[in-house]
């Protein structure tokens, strides 16, 4: 039995981290089910978006498991962290939006787990943040890397050095999230933004999430030459023909079947 239960309707792909007894906190089993729902998505051709969800309506996923971390030595949080984080990078580099859906707390790992998502919308009720140094540890899973990058270093060394929560509407304000709507309407915010981008060519997608991960950090010159690389590379391919002929044409595209 899987921590993470999958539904595909329409080209989009709901997962959803299911151990509500603990808040849907992530031991090993919970972070290998959601890294193979994630990879499992990415190879199916009926899927275009994924959104990841948190089961109940208090919690996303308040963290790694902090009883499995308790009786941990260095050794078992370095192979602990390295799943976790390799984990993140399938979310990071897939091919295919992936969508969080914050219905509680994102804390921790959980809040790991929303950044490395493409887009971020929360429940009016969620919180976000890294409270690890309250533990007497540290963001393991991409915390310390991403944060900065969404809010600036100025706030993320804030956020992490004091392990302060972050409400909702405090997120929208700095840039963690994109939306904040009731929790009722979560889902179908989601599933609004999904079908926005299920209009457009699968491969253009694809490609522009490729050019916006390998530009950040970069010089701007490099980030353009990734650009102009997967520019020419969608001319010639039989979407960016459908595209550019509908349009002449004045008709909607047909990306997919
Ligand atoms: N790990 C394991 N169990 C957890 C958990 C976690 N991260 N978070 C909550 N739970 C469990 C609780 O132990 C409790 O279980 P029992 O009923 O068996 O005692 C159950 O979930 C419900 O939790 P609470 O009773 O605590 O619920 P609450 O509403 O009073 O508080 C909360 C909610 C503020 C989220 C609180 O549970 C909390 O602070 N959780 C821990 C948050 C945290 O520190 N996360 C970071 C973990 S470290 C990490 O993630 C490292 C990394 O970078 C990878």
Request: net charge negative; glycine share 10%; aromatic share 4%.
């Amino acid at each position: 039995m899987s921590f993470v239960e999958k539904k595909i309707e329409n080209y989009i792909a709901t997962l959803t981290i299911n151990r509500p007894d603990a808040l849907n906190a992530m031991n090993d089993e919970v972070v290998s089910d959601l890294e193979s729902a994630v990879q499992s998505c990415i190879n199916d051709e009926r899927v275009g978006v994924i959104i990841i969800t948190g089961s109940g309506d208090k919690a996303f996923v308040a963290g790694a498991d902090i009883k499995k971390m308790q009786s941990m030595g260095p050794e078992g949080a370095l192979a602990f962290g390295k799943a976790g984080q390799q984990m993140t990078l399938t979310i990071e580099n897939s091919p295919k939006p992936v969508i969080a859906a914050v219905n509680g707390f994102a804390l921790g790992g959980g809040c790991e787990i929303s950044m490395a998502c493409h887009i971020r919308v929360a429940s009016e009720n969620a919180t976000f943040g890294q409270p690890e140094v309250l533990l007497g540890i540290l963001p393991g899973w991409g915390g310390t890397q991403r944060l900065p990058r969404l809010v600036g270093s100025g706030l993320a060394n804030e956020i992490i050095t004091t392990g302060r929560m972050v409400k909702a509407d405090e997120a929208k304000a700095i840039g963690l999230v994109n939306h904040v709507v009731p929790q009722d309407a979560l889902m179908d915010k989601c599933k609004d933004i999904a079908n926005q981008i299920l209009r457009n060519g699968p491969n253009a997608i694809a490609q522009s999430l490729d050019c916006i991960r390998k530009g950040v950090g970069k010089s701007t010159e490099e980030g353009l030459a990734v650009e102009v690389e997967n520019f020419s590379k969608l001319f010639g391919t039989e979407e960016a023909s459908e595209g550019l002929t509908a349009f002449v044409e004045k008709r909607s595209p047909k990306f997919r079947k």
